[in-house]
């Protein structure tokens, strides 16, 4: 499974932004697929995920804010992000449970000026 993340950038605080998860190869074998980020000096977390069941998951500290969703047509995974803080500034990672290991993506950096 490879997975191409896209979507990020500088934005202002309160803006917007949507990321865009392309994922490719054997995408049948996916169990779970999500977001996670990693800000400067911090630990890498979980963001949004869709789990097994495809019910969505999201840290308390975007849910409300952020939405996961998914185009399976596409084999795309989207982040919407809405009323951004400076605290959401990381690297964004596309990532992807199978059943042998987890699949990473490049990661897109997202900026946050206040």
């Known amino acids: 499974v490879q997975l191409q993340a896209s979507g990020g950038g500088l934005v202002q605080a309160g803006g917007s932004l949507r990321l865009s998860c392309v994922a490719s190869g054997n995408t049948i074998s996916i169990i779970t697929i999500g977001w996670r980020r990693q800000a400067p000096g911090k630990e890498r977390e979980e963001v949004a995920s869709?789990?097994?069941?495809?019910?969505?998951i999201y840290a308390d500290s975007v849910r409300g804010r952020f939405t996961i969703s998914r185009d399976n047509a596409k084999n795309t995974v989207y982040l919407q992000m809405n009323s951004l803080r400076s605290e959401d500034t990381a690297v964004y990672y596309c990532t992807a449970r199978t059943r042998n290991r987890r699949h990473w993506g490049q990661g897109t950096l997202v900026t946050v000026s206040s």
């Open positions: 869709f789990s097994s069941d495809g019910s969505t």
